[in-house]
């Protein structure tokens, strides 16, 4: 068991770029995170790090060591997966992720209510904006805005989710107010979600000609929607949200819907994981409950 645990920390390590990372994400401290490494490299002879003051990578031996470690995890959660399904009471741990927005606002209030059906499994949430890879990463199950591009994946989807572009009374007073969609285009500041790596951006909007991509550009941008929603809310420009996102400044006026009649077009949401994560009855268990009540939540929040 002691070396299975320092494979789980190895893995772990390499997927989150961190001793420290990746304990935390097992529930162990750095220290101990780091022993079992050490312990690990003891055992087979070889150095799986690199390591400097500012950064950690796997070697060269490190690199195919995880490949195969990680087959090894897969094939044991698997093998426990189907134990389980001769089980009443599903167990064990569910790595999830989601944007901060919908994370916070329809995910992390549903989980305890799962939990407390099923009290033997954990729950990680992790929030980012940014894109991520369930298998890079190794997470589980993800909820996403957008298209399933992934063949390697399954996509449950959830709801349509409403966009709105919105601003604050005083940035259209000084700015003008859009009336048509190539208006953005003129000097407007488009407050844009955007990471590393991200790609090229374009607002897509409904008209009567069909969907049309407006080159949306601005003086700034972030990796965190909700930082997009404070900058409208202070005036600094429009942002492109989703309805249920700021449906309670639209009702106090803060903030006010622009070009309400080529409106964004709506974004898929789902719920996306690997086929073989729906043989495992846990998963299934909370993605049947996830996808079930964030419909109802979503569509809630939307009506304020």
């Known amino acids: 068991m002691p070396y299975l645990e320092s494979l789980r920390v190895f893995v772990r390590v390499v997927e989150l770029g961190s001793i420290t990372s990746g304990g935390r994400d097992l529930r162990l401290t750095p220290a101990v995170a780091s022993n079992r490494v050490k312990e690990l490299e003891q055992r087979l002879g070889v150095r799986l790090f690199n390591r400097t003051t500012r950064n950690l990578s796997p070697t060269e031996v490190g690199k195919v060591f995880y490949d195969h470690a990680r087959k090894v995890i897969d094939a ?18 569910i790595r999830v992720t989601a944007p901060l927005g919908i994370g916070r606002r329809i995910v992390a209030p549903l989980i305890p209510q799962f939990t407390a059906a099923y009290p033997l499994v954990d729950i990680r ?15 589980d199950v993800a909820f996403v805005l957008g298209e399933l591009k992934d063949s390697n994946l399954k996509l ?8 709105v572009l919105v601003a604050a009374p005083a940035y259209l007073e000084h700015a003008g107010t859009p009336r048509r969609p190539e208006d953005l285009l003129r000097g407007h500041n488009c407050l844009l979600l955007r990471f590393p790596r ?10 009567e000609t069909g969907p049309r991509k407006i080159e949306a550009a601005g003086r700034f941008d972030a990796d965190d929607g909700d930082v997009l929603t404070e900058w409208a809310l202070d005036g600094a420009g429009i942002a492109n949200k989703p309805r249920f996102d700021v449906v309670r400044h639209l009702a106090t006026g803060a903030l006010v819907e622009v ?3 080529t409106p964004p077009v709506p974004a898929s949401f789902g719920c996306l994981y690997p086929h073989r994560k729906f043989q495992d009855p846990k998963i299934r268990l909370f993605v049947d409950h996830m996808t079930a009540e964030a419909r109802k939540r979503m569509e809630a929040l939307a009506q304020g």
């Not at 949430?125 to 997470?139: N, P, T, Y």
């Open 76 to 93: 044991l959660e698997e093998a426990e997966a189907v134990v389980a399904g001769f089980s009443d009471t599903p167990r064990g741990t």
């Open 125 to 139: 949430l992790r929030l980012s904006d940014r894109k991520v890879d369930l298998f890079e990463d190794g997470l």
């Open 198 to 207: 991200s790609p090229e951006y374009f607002w897509t909007l409904q008209t």
């Open 259 to 261: 070009l309400p009649d």
């Open 156 to 163: 449950r989807k959830i709801a349509d989710c409403r966009r």
